[in-house]
């Protein structure tokens, strides 16, 4: 018995979606589908396929990716809302898998959206020295006691004002 050879690549499909199969696929991601799932109802391919295409027709990625992220948002809030109901009545094993998709929403939704980014400390080095210099070399002596007869006539009639 002879063994297939794994290392020859296979033929990708070549897909050639219309526009009702797209904007189909858009409204299922935009309603917080998962789009493996859609792509391989709608289109017949499989999602390495899809995006070989997308990586074709980038006007449509932008599209796909902006559903993507409105998807995303759409989850958290249907999340949001299982969470509103004050007293549900979930089995042990439905309250667990809930969590799970709450951590995986958490994990997911910085990665796809910029709405979820977490807040990250950042830590700014900065040199805290201070220099004073002057350019005039010549400096004033403030402890001078050397006074001359101008100066002690202007500093009489200061005390004088005073």
């Keep these: 018995m002879k063994s297939n050879n794994i290392s020859s690549k296979k033929q990708s499909k070549l897909i050639n979606p219309s526009d009702t199969e797209l904007n189909t696929l858009l409204e299922v991601i935009y309603a917080g589908g998962i789009p493996h799932i859609e792509i391989k109802k709608t289109l017949g391919t499989n999602l390495m396929n899809f995006y070989q295409w997308l990586d074709a027709n980038p006007k449509y990625k932008e599209k796909f990716n902006k559903a ?4 995303i948002k759409t989850l958290v809030e249907k999340l949001l809302a299982v969470y509103q109901v ?3 009545d979930l089995s042990n094993e439905q309250l667990l898998f809930l969590r799970e998709k709450q951590s ?3 994990w997911l939704a910085p990665r ?3 709405l979820f980014v977490e807040r990250t400390e950042q830590k700014i080095k900065s040199d805290s020295v201070v220099r004073v210099s002057w350019e005039n070399d010549s ?3 403030a402890d001078a ?3 001359d007869n101008d100066d002690k006539q202007n500093l009489s009639l200061q005390d004088n004002l005073k």
Aim: glycine residues 6%.
């Design 68 to 71: 993507q992220e409105i998807g």
């Design 86 to 88: 004050e007293n549900p």
């Design 104 to 106: 995986y929403l958490r």
């Design 112 to 114: 796809i959206s910029s």
């Design 139 to 141: 400096l004033i002596d």
């Design 145 to 147: 006691t050397i006074v």
